[in-house]
């Protein structure tokens, strides 16, 4: 029997319509187009606006999308990994709603959560679920809608975010192509540097998390960008080393969409050119877990069958890593 290795073989995707400007956020919050482009090459990030609307909506749109350009089955499914940081609800499984919603009646599917790593791990493991040679398709979704949990008093978080999913189908590949190698990586250490306070088991809801505004998320933003330009650049150096890669080797560079300033970092750690690092934050910020997911999205047309990509990301918790895969279609 042939080595299995698993290759992503779609891409969907999905933003909302609204578009939240920097110039718009001028009138919300004590700050500016020229300091946030600056500090973190956005210039304006999508918003789902609609209030009775999830991160469900926004997932089956991407899911939706990926199962209408490769016409797929959504019966042919085995598995759906539902990698978010804001669940529909706490408890009940915003991905088997998903799954229920596109058809996919025949898949299992479970919730993935570590920040903006999420997707990322996801890859992983639904790398193993395909390597097993037990599931054929697996989905997966990397989306959230952090509208949600965002304060837009609060100018240290508010002008990072926003909304938006992609997706992304696993399959086997028995010409190598696929993932190839990973480094993960997590520290509790950072536990504290990034969170939403309340609504967990340590400070459940009560009138008092309501009032004091500790529903939203909240950062460090001077600790977390001095852990995450180390690690997301020191990952993608070592997964280099380790594969005996040199930049000339690596056709692109996937990186977690949090600052352009970690991004640039992890570039010039790899030693890779401009042209060679894929970026959308300008249009949709910091997506958390819809992130890499959305880059492949946006440039699809440019990768060929073959080409060598480094994913690279770096989350709350702390969770970091980096993948290398090779590509495995020419878009048609």
Not at 74 to 99: C, F, K, N, Q, R
Not at 104 to 126: H, I, K, V, W
Not at 156 to 185: H, K, M, W
Request: charged residues 20%.
């Amino acid at each position: 029997m042939s080595t299995i290795t698993a290759a992503i073989t779609a891409v969907g995707g999905y933003v909302p319509d609204f578009v939240l400007s920097n110039k718009v956020l001028e009138t919300m919050v004590d700050t500016n187009d020229e300091w946030i482009t600056s500090r973190t090459g956005i210039k304006e990030r999508r918003i789902l606006k609609d209030t009775d609307k999830g991160t469900s909506f926004l997932a089956i749109k991407a899911a939706q999308d990926l199962i209408s350009k490769a016409n797929i089955d959504p019966l042919e499914i085995d598995l759906i990994l539902m990698a978010t940081a804001t669940a529909d609800m706490p408890v009940a499984s915003t991905g088997v709603y998903v799954a229920t919603e596109i058809g996919a009646t025949n898949a299992f599917a479970y919730d993935l959560q570590a920040a903006c790593s999420s997707f990322l791990y996801g890859m992983s493991t639904a790398a193993a679920y395909i390597q097993s040679g037990r599931y054929k398709k697996v989905l997966l979704i990397g989306a959230d809608k952090m509208s949600s949990i965002v304060d837009y008093k609060d100018r240290s978080t508010c002008i990072i975010f926003g909304d938006g999913a992609g997706a992304v189908l696993f399959e086997p590949n028995y010409e190598g192509y696929g993932l190839q190698d990973e480094y993960l990586r997590s520290d509790g250490v950072g536990r504290d540097f990034l969170k939403i306070p309340a609504g967990g088991s340590i400070l459940p809801t009560s009138l008092e998390t309501v009032n004091n505004n500790m529903h939203n998320i909240i950062q460090d933003g001077k600790t977390v960008f001095k852990y995450a330009v180390t690690n997301m650049a020191d990952a993608s150096e070592l997964i280099l080393k380790r594969n005996n890669l040199t930049n000339d080797d690596v056709n692109w560079l996937v990186p977690h969409q949090a600052n352009k300033r970690i991004i640039d970092a992890t570039a010039h750690r790899m030693n890779l050119e401009d042209d060679k690092v894929l970026m959308n934050i300008e249009k949709y910020g910091n997506t958390t877990s819809a992130t890499l997911p959305l880059v492949l999205y946006d440039f699809e047309h440019l990768l060929k069958k073959g080409d060598t990509i480094i994913f690279a990301a770096f989350g709350g918790g702390f969770t970091w890593g980096s993948i290398y895969l090779t590509w495995a279609y020419d878009k048609k």
